[in-house]
């Protein structure tokens, strides 16, 4: 059994509208729609797509705050909607965009206060703080009330708080929204150790996609509810028929370089631009080019990942 699975989940809003002076109609808005997938235990996944294409709505069901209209959804065993109180202490989420501490208390009473709801074993307890504090670099912060927090300070305050209780799963929705690069640096770092060396699972969704290509192997896109790409980032590359590019120094200037699986898109001076599909691999034409002509140097450029998410949203 997967740690979360996810199968044909669909959740729909009512909205009423106003038709005229007195009348109003309704209509049905499929936020997420027969959405299927598994998370394994150990994972980082990057849930993404554009705005309202449905994120939040799936991961409010995945935590248990929203029922589904249809379809199912098992995390680490249990059903959210229904089991939400024992799916609270197996989980952390952590919202970028609000907190979860209290706005007047000192960081130190926010983590004892959750100490007592989730009734968190002492000695997990001073592990989990002693640990997070000092990764997290809050030793400084701990007699602050959260308000004087500066927004990172804030957001790290609210990562060490949704770990406290030891969660197999932490869902984080944009972690760094709003960060300098330093602390949303500093932020990736603390997250690849936390699944590296505690195996935690994580979901994150963000609009940044530099924290999907520093955290996630793997990349579920999601638009208008359902997933429209599921798999690794390498991959997701590979789709939409975007290409990769070959970049070649020559000793010399030539005219274009003319071999087979790729072509050359810009010359300047002795280089040269070819680009061949991104699913290719680039050896064979490494192999044409270097026994047909003298080069000095040669190196590979990756699609632009935002490119590719770009052209899969317009699809
Ligand atoms: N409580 C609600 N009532 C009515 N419609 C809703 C409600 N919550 C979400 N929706 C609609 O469902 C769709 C999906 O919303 P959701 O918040 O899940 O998107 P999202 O992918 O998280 O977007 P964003 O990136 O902007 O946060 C949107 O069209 C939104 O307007």
């Known amino acids: 059994m997967s740690l979360i699975e996810v199968r044909d989940l669909s959740r729909e809003f009512t909205i009423r509208k106003r038709a005229g002076a007195f009348r109003r109609t309704s209509v049905v808005k499929h936020a997420v729609h027969d959405l299927s997938f598994d998370i394994e235990a150990g994972e980082m996944v990057g849930y993404i797509g554009p705005n309202g294409a449905g994120k939040s709505t799936t991961i409010k069901m995945l935590t248990g705050i929203l029922v589904p209209s249809g379809g199912s959804a098992l995390v680490a065993g249990l059903e959210p909607s229904r089991q939400r109180r024992e799916l609270a202490r197996r989980i952390g989420v952590v919202f970028g965009q609000r907190?979860?501490?209290?706005?007047?208390?000192?960081l130190h009473d926010s983590f004892e206060?959750?100490?007592r709801i989730y009734r968190i074993p002492d000695q997990t307890f001073r592990r989990n703080l002693e640990d997070h504090v000092a990764l997290l670099d809050l030793g400084d912060l701990m007699d602050t009330p959260v308000r004087q927090l500066s927004l990172?300070?804030?957001?790290?305050?609210?990562?060490?708080?949704a770990l406290l209780h030891d969660p197999e799963i932490l869902y984080l929705d944009e972690p760094t929204i709003g960060l300098d690069v330093v602390s949303k640096g500093r932020l990736r770092e603390f997250l690849r150790a936390l699944n590296h060396e505690r195996r935690t699972t994580l979901m994150l969704t963000t609009h940044d996609l530099q924290d999907i290509e520093a955290l996630c192997d793997r990349v579920i896109v999601i638009d208008h509810g359902t997933a429209v790409f599921d798999g690794p980032l390498s991959s997701l590359r590979a789709t939409g028929g975007s290409s990769r590019t070959l970049v070649v120094d020559l000793v010399d200037e030539a005219s274009p370089i003319a071999i087979e699986g790729a072509r050359v898109v810009k010359i300047e001076g002795p280089r040269q631009w070819l680009a061949f599909p991104a699913g290719a691999s680039a050896a064979p034409l490494v192999a044409q080019i270097t026994a047909a002509y003298d080069v000095a140097d040669l190196s590979i450029h990756e699609p632009d990942i935002e490119?590719?998410?770009?052209?899969?949203?317009?699809?």
């Open 99 to 106: 907190t979860s501490l209290w706005w007047d208390l000192p």
């Open 113 to 115: 206060l959750l100490r």
């Open 152 to 161: 990172g300070q804030r957001m790290r305050g609210d990562i060490a708080a």
């Open 307 to 315: 490119d590719v998410i770009r052209q899969l949203y317009s699809r």
